[in-house]
Structures are given as structure tokens and as C-alpha cells.
């Protein structure tokens, strides 16, 4: 076992070389291999782990080929010729033996990593939790600031070190909401209600996409995730609830019109409840009876 230890953690070594060689070519967003935030972090650990006990199947066995053609091709009249070979006990059990071992590690691994990373669990913090609403459009995101009564679209920004409770629909078709940098993907599905925990460790500004094709604009619905200060979260909060136009139902209607938008928008105050409206609407619409099915309980 130790033996096999060494082998993953070297392993693994040799496959963070090569997927650094891979990604160096690639501009600008790293993905989880430049994490801001513990889940992407916790994400890149679990890769790098998967590839390690990986390697320890296939590096001795992209090792041993060349050798073995090279020992016993037809030119080598020294190589042994065993015409009545029939059992290795040390065979059997490298062959049995190490496949059974990394099945069973990577399967261990991949039912600690559902639970400790599920997207539903809350982050331990000792900041208090921020609401965003998040509502998928075509071809646009927008994001409701429930507290704060203010809403923007294609940005959104984040306090540091303080743990973010996204909940998730969609307006059109379902859609896929991510950041990589921080960690994570979840559905936003229309009619319905899913959630995704994240935090950012780090200030800067983070890329945001949807993964799941929707049309045309699908390849540039993208939008801005901005990590800052808790003092400059609040001032951005307090300017748009000065300055920017209120979200109401025209501006709503606007933005549900499949469309590109060539910069953020922001809005600076709503009635109601947009984000359980469209989920309301979408679900009569599908069923024709009963409230909107929420995933998750929360």
C-alpha cells in the first residue's frame, strides 16, 4: 500500500507536468488549476488524484510495451522461449491485485468528494451567507440581490472570504451555470429551483459562462464574477440602488427577448419577486397546476 502511495503521489506529479505543458498554451482562465476559492481547490486535489492512481495502471504499461516488443521481437534469438509456461502467482496478483486496489481508492475518493463538494451543502464560514438570485436568459444572465433590492446582468460581484448561496432557474431552456475559477456546476432549469454554494478566497475577476448549448448566442453568454472587499461589495450596493433604473416588469420583458447585450446592466430597485415569478409562470405553464418544484429543500 505504501508502495502504491508513492506511486499516485508521483504519479501525479508527472500528470500535473504534463497538464501544466497542456494548459500553458491555452490564454487567460485556468479553470480549477487557477483556483480562487476552496471548492475549485478541493476540485483540482480530486483531478490530480484521479490521474495519479491512473498512472499507476498505465505508466508501467506504456513503460513495459516498447520493452517487451523490443526483448521478444522475431530478430532476438537470446530471448526465452517458454512453450510450457502456464502460471505466475507474483503475475496474478499484479494483474488482480493493482486494479482492484485503484478501483477500490478511486471509488472511496469519489464518494468522500460527492459529499464533502456537494453544490447543496453550505460553505462554514464565519462571515454570514449571501442570497443571489440568478436567472437564466438567452442569452444573458441576470442576478437579483434579494436583500438589497437590486439586480444586475452579466456582472456580479462577491465579497471575499464570504460564502455565496446561488439559487438558480431559468427563463427559456435549461442552462448550465459556472464559474471555474471558483468551483462547481449546476442547472438552472426552467419551472424549477437549484442551488450551488461557492466562495471566492481571492479578489479579481473571474470568468462566468453557461456550458449548455441553447441557440445561437450560446457561445457568448458569459458574464463577469468580481471578488472585492466587503466595503467595496457595499458601495456597489449603495451606487446601484442610486443611481441605476428600477427592474420592473417592461425591463423584465426586455430581458427575457432572446438577445446579446454589449455590456453589464445594472437596476436599482424591483417590487415583488422577480426570480419566484418566472419560476411560478414557467411551472403553470409546464403542468398547468401546483407551485413550482424547488430542488433540494432549501
Known amino acids: 500500500m505504501r508502495t502504491a502511495s508513492r506511486w499516485a503521489r508521483y504519479s501525479g506529479l508527472i500528470g500535473l507536468s504534463v497538464t501544466g505543458l497542456l494548459v500553458s498554451g491555452c ?39 516498447p520493452f517487451i516488443l523490443w526483448r521478444y521481437r522475431l530478430g532476438n534469438r537470446k530471448a526465452d522461449y517458454r512453450p510450457d509456461w502456464k502460471f505466475s502467482p507474483l503475475l496474478e496478483a499484479l494483474i488482480w491485485g493493482v486494479p482492484i486496489l485503484v478501483v477500490a481508492v478511486l471509488g472511496y475518493e469519489a464518494w468522500r468528494q460527492s459529499y464533502q463538494l456537494d453544490p447543496y451543502r453550505p460553505i462554514t464560514a464565519a462571515a454570514a451567507p449571501l442570497d443571489i438570485q440568478v436567472i437564466g436568459m438567452d442569452w444573458k444572465w441576470l442576478f437579483i440581490y434579494p436583500d438589497a433590492r437590486v439586480a444586475s ?65 450560446f457561445a457568448r453568454q458569459k458574464f463577469v464574477a468580481r471578488a472585492v472587499s466587503d466595503r467595496q461589495f457595499r458601495r456597489w450596493l449603495n451606487n446601484t440602488a442610486q ?28 417590487r415583488g419577486d422577480p426570480f419566484r415569478s418566472i419560476v411560478a409562470q414557467i411551472a403553470h405553464a409546464g403542468d398547468g397546476a401546483g407551485p413550482a418544484h424547488t430542488q433540494g429543500g432549501h
Open 243 to 270: 443611481t441605476a433604473p428600477p427592474l420592473d416588469a417592461a425591463a423584465l420583458a426586455r430581458l427575457r427577448k432572446p438577445s446579446l447585450l454589449p455590456s453589464p446592466v445594472r437596476f436599482g430597485s424591483f
Open 153 to 217: 446582468v452579466n456582472e456580479v460581484l462577491l465579497p471575499v472570504d464570504r460564502p455565496v448561496r446561488f439559487r438558480l432557474t431559468s427563463a427559456s431552456v435549461l442552462q448550465s451555470f459556472m464559474i471555474p475559477r471558483l468551483g462547481g456546476q449546476m442547472y438552472a432549469m426552467p419551472g424549477m429551483v437549484s442551488e450551488i454554494n461557492l466562495i471566492a478566497t481571492r479578489a479579481g475577476e473571474y470568468r462566468g459562462l453557461n456550458t449548455q448549448f441553447n441557440g445561437e448566442g
Open 27 to 65: 490564454a487567460g482562465d485556468y479553470g480549477m488549476f487557477g483556483a480562487a476559492g476552496p471548492i475549485a481547490e478541493a476540485q483540482r486535489s480530486h483531478f490530480l488524484l484521479i490521474v495519479g492512481w491512473m498512472l499507476v495502471v498505465s505508466l508501467p504499461l506504456f513503460v513495459a510495451l
